[in-house]
């Protein structure tokens, strides 16, 4: 069964950094996509950053691109997501979640980290 825990949020202030880890297990993932999601208070959980699993291809949403770097580590089966230059409007839940290739959606999820950036 594939499982995804996350680690690494926590409060910083506006301008600072956090990087995010996200262990995976229990599947074949070189045919999956990895991704971050975030869901602020009240809000919906939007797509953040995705990563196929050969690091071949990356994608980020135009709210963090630039400022936010996903990145994995096969040997660990880790994906990570260093976030600087962090703004109060980034607090939210980070969610890692992944998906076969062959699939639309995201079929697993982590249970999230809370990131808080205060101002």
């Known amino acids: 069964q594939v499982q995804l825990v996350e680690s690494g949020g926590g409060l910083v202030q506006a301008g600072g950094s956090l990087r995010l880890s996200c262990v995976v297990s229990g599947g074949y993932f070189s045919t999956y996509v990895l991704a971050w999601f975030r869901q602020a208070p009240e809000k919906g959980r939007d797509f953040v950053a995705g990563?196929?699993?050969?690091?071949?291809?990356?994608y980020y949403s135009n709210s963090v691109k630039g400022r936010f770097t996903i990145s994995r580590d096969s040997a660990n089966n880790t994906v990570y997501l260093q976030m600087n230059s962090l703004k109060p409007e980034d607090t939210a839940v980070y969610y890692c979640?992944?998906?076969?290739?062959?699939?639309?959606?995201?079929?697993?999820w982590g249970q999230g980290t809370q990131v808080t950036v205060s101002s």
């Open positions: 990563i196929t699993w050969s690091g071949d291809s990356t």
């Open positions: 979640a992944a998906r076969r290739v062959v699939k639309s959606n995201y079929e697993y």
